[in-house]
């Protein structure tokens, strides 16, 4: 713990002797090792979210279907915190045997991923202009010609965004497993309040800052290889 009268300079002493100790690093219980594991959790939860919601919202928007349900649930679902999810998630998983830790942070992310995937998804589809829509019908496209051709590539940028949101607030939520002793980088704040080390608690804390930045800036260079508008310009142009 920094010392009363070391103010800044002396957090910022303990942070670099916290940094400098190579035990920090490495092993189990190490900033690479918990990094690792919270990156994993993160992309994974945020991946299961779009497997789940994905097909559901592509399909209520294809359709043009419950739009005012869709829109409710998911603004339930954001009023809902992530630590409420955990607390129900615990018991369920102790009750199934899953025990502490990794299954019930996990279902909490699952589900905070969940409504900016649908809400984007939904949005983006339903944004796309009819006119193209129905030139592509005109020419021959069958329903789900329509939405795989036309409706999801010329969301894709909205969908993604979609998603890359999903990622980095998992990302900056997963903290909150440590609580149910889950490890990840949630562990140095949850330590270094119980032990009164401010050092551990800063790194924590950039660490996971930083883990969220890179994760959103991955993201930002993968929207570069998203399918273009180009996809649907045949189509377009008929109704020029």
């Known amino acids: 713990m920094v010392s009363e009268g070391g103010g800044m300079s002396g957090l910022l002493s303990e942070i670099s002797g916290y940094l400098s100790d190579r035990a920090n690093w490495i092993g189990e219980a190490g900033l690479i090792n918990r990094a690792l594991d919270h990156l994993w959790i993160s992309l994974a939860a945020t991946l299961l979210a779009a497997v789940l919601i994905l097909p559901l919202a592509l399909y209520l928007a294809h359709h043009r279907r419950a739009e005012f349900l869709a829109t409710s649930l998911v603004n339930m679902g ?63 496209l069958k329903g789900g010609q329509v939405l795989t051709q036309i409706e999801i590539p010329l969301a894709m940028p909205l969908i993604w965004t979609g ?47 930083l883990l969220a930045l890179l994760i959103d800036g991955a993201f930002a260079m993968g929207e570069r290889f998203l399918p273009g508008e180009q996809k649907a310009d045949r189509f377009s142009s008929v109704t020029a």
């Open 78 to 140: 954001r009023a809902i915190p992530a630590f409420g999810i955990i607390g129900l998630a615990l018991p369920i998983s102790i009750a199934l045997g899953w025990g502490l830790g990794f299954w019930p942070t996990f279902v909490a992310l699952v589900a905070l991923a969940m409504p900016p995937i649908f809400t984007n998804t939904y949005t983006g589809v339903l944004r796309v202009r009819s006119d193209v829509v129905e030139a592509a019908r005109g020419m021959g």
């Open 163 to 209: 998603i890359r949101v999903s990622a980095v607030q998992v990302a900056a939520t997963a903290t909150l497993g440590a609580v149910v002793g889950w490890g990840g980088l949630g562990r140095y704040l949850i330590d270094g309040f119980a032990q009164g080390d401010d050092a551990q608690i800063v790194v924590g804390a950039l660490a996971v800052a």
